[in-house]
Structure formats: C-alpha cells, structure tokens
C-alpha cells in the first residue's frame, strides 16, 4: 500500500475540519452503529420526550489499552456512565458522545470502538442522541479519547446519596472487587494468567433500577471505580458522618485479580471497578436485596460485607479473618494512570 492509501485508512486533520471529509467519517464509520431517531437530523442537538426530575453525569475516558481483556474504551465509556446516572437513583434515558481523535489513528481500529460504543448503548436500551468530532495533530493526543454524557430521569420516591447511610445499615457489593483495574494493570505488565483475569466492564443500570423498584428505602448506591472499594467506602463514611466495619473475609475478590495482586504487591479493595456497586441499606431490607440481586446476570455474586456504625466516623475498619482489626487506608492514588 502506498503512502496516499495508507492515508486514506487513517485519521487526517482533514476529518476534523468540518468539510467533505469529515461528514464521510460520520457517515461512514459513526452512523452505521449509532443510528437512532433522535440521532439522525444530525442538528447540532437532540430533542427528548422527558418528564420529572431528571439526573445528569458527564465523564472521560482515557484508558490504555485501548482494546483489554473484556472491553473497550466504547464499551467502557458507555458502562461507566450509565452506572454513574443510575448511582443517583435514576433510569438512564440517553446519552452523548465526543470523541478526541489523534490525527493518523487507523480508520479501523476507530469503527471498532465505535461499533462497540454502539452495541453496548443498543444492549442498555439507551441511545446516543447526539455526538461530536475533534481530531488533533499527531503526538497531542494519544489516539483516541472519549467524552460522554448520560441523561437519566429519576425513580419517584428514591432518594440516594453518600450523606444518607445511617449505623445499622448493611454494605452490600454487587460482586467480586478490582478486576477492571488489575486487568488494565496486567496488559500493561505482560501478565498473562492463563486468559481468566478480564475487566468486569459491564452496565449495571437494569439491576440498579431492578432493586430501587423492589426494594425501596436503599439509602446509598456507589460505583468504585477510580481508587476502588476503599475510596467509595472513605466518601461516605465522611458525608454521613459514620463509621464502617467490613468483615474481610467476605470481601469478594476473584482468584485471578488476587493472584494479580499479590505478583504486583497490591491491595484489590484500592483497584477500580467498572460493572460493580456498592449498597447501604437498612438492616431488615439486606436479604430481600440479596436475593433479588442474586438473580440479575449484571451481579455475579452479591454479598452482605458489613455494616454501618456510629463509633470512629470517617474510618473503614475490617475484621481480619485471624481475628484482628485493621484500617482500610483511603488509596493515595492509582497504581497506574489512565485506567478509565
């Protein structure tokens, strides 16, 4: 292939100048994939049909590599802010992307994320409405980032925050903790474990949703991403004014992401999720969620972790599994960047 070809395969500053080529990279590699009514006027925005009280959250996504073991930066752009708008307690209804391109990013490696990006809304049932092109010179960027917005419309009656957990309440997980952060970490490391360490990038909306429904009065929903368990744990120990014990033995972590850790002298419960929740809800709601949770695909394993008290607010304790105690530390920051 010869150098004018291989530009033709290739992101160019002339797909970011608003012309004859760049309206053929929307046609071409974004709307066979995004295509949606509300999409497709292609204005400069979109016009929803929504009522109520609404809820908003915006992220970016940077992580390296692009492609690891169980997702993308599509698919994770889409996940982590789908879960973000449920964590406020209410039903995702669209979303919009803007992706940052680096200029000679392969036209390929593009429509994949794309395609990804795209199969991950149409599974959640949320659509991408609107969306937006920049492509910068080569070197001032780092191929391809990602910026989404999620508009969701909140459940009536639920009320949810980190201000509201009270002594008594139980701490819930959706699932076994750290595997989005120690996969990253691992494809970075060249550790291979035999093919079984994978992100658990996954949208968690419908359980969210599923349980706000069936079991109402939860008072806290978080996702531990960036700085994992530990740090979603110190937010809201600090917002409500509580303390939290954790039985550590019951803290789930899967085989993989532990063996990861040990190689890497890390601890799981400091390492981001991107398909996990977190819980708090009051004592005699704990088995009711349970159960129900334990029947949604997006939570392979819930567990009853610990609970709420009001002795020693601000801190995390666990209760070793030799009979000792020990403080969570709140992380200092992730072992690697750009994980998310």
Avoid: W, Y
């Amino acid at each position: 292939m010869g150098a004018a070809d291989d530009r033709l395969e290739r992101v160019t500053m002339a797909h970011g100048a608003g012309g004859r080529a760049a309206a053929r990279l929307v046609q071409e590699r974004f709307l066979p994939h995004l295509a949606n009514p509300a999409l497709a006027p292609l204005d400069d925005g979109a016009l929803l049909e929504l009522s109520g009280r609404l809820a908003i959250s915006t992220d970016a996504f940077v992580v390296e590599p692009l492609f690891f073991p169980g997702g993308d930066i599509g698919k994770l752009a889409v996940c982590g802010t789908l879960n973000d708008v449920a964590m406020c307690g209410a039903v995702p209804r669209a979303l919009s992307a803007a992706f940052v391109l680096e200029e000679g990013l392969p036209l390929e490696e593009l429509e994949r994320v794309v395609a990804s990006l795209g199969a991950t809304a149409r599974a959640a049932g949320v659509p991408v409405v609107t969306g937006d092109t920049k492509v910068v010179p080569r070197g001032k960027a780092d191929r391809l980032f990602i910026a989404t917005t999620g508009l969701g419309e909140r459940l009536p009656g639920v009320e949810v925050g980190g201000r509201l957990a009270r002594p008594g309440d139980r701490v819930l997980v959706s699932g076994p903790l750290g595997d989005h952060g120690a996969a990253i970490l691992a494809c970075r490391a060249g550790i291979a474990l035999s093919g079984e360490l994978r992100s658990d990038c996954a949208a968690v909306s419908a359980a969210v949703v599923a349980l706000l429904a069936a079991v109402p009065g939860v008072h806290c929903l978080r996702d531990p991403t960036r700085g994992g368990l530990a740090a979603v744990l110190h937010e809201i120990t600090l917002a409500s004014g509580v303390g939290l014990e954790l039985e550590e033995a019951r803290v789930p972590v899967s085989p993989a992401t532990r063996a990861a850790c040990e190689l890497l002298g890390l601890d799981p419960l400091g390492l981001a999720c991107e398909g996990r929740f977190v819980a708090i809800l009051p004592e005699e709601l704990a088995g009711r969620a349970l159960e129900l949770l334990r029947g949604r695909p997006e939570c392979p394993g819930p567990l009853d972790i610990g609970r709420v008290v009001a002795e020693h607010p601000g801190r995390v304790v666990l209760a070793t599994a030799i009979g000792g105690r020990r403080l969570l530390d709140l992380p200092e920051g992730e072992p690697l960047p750009r994980i998310c």
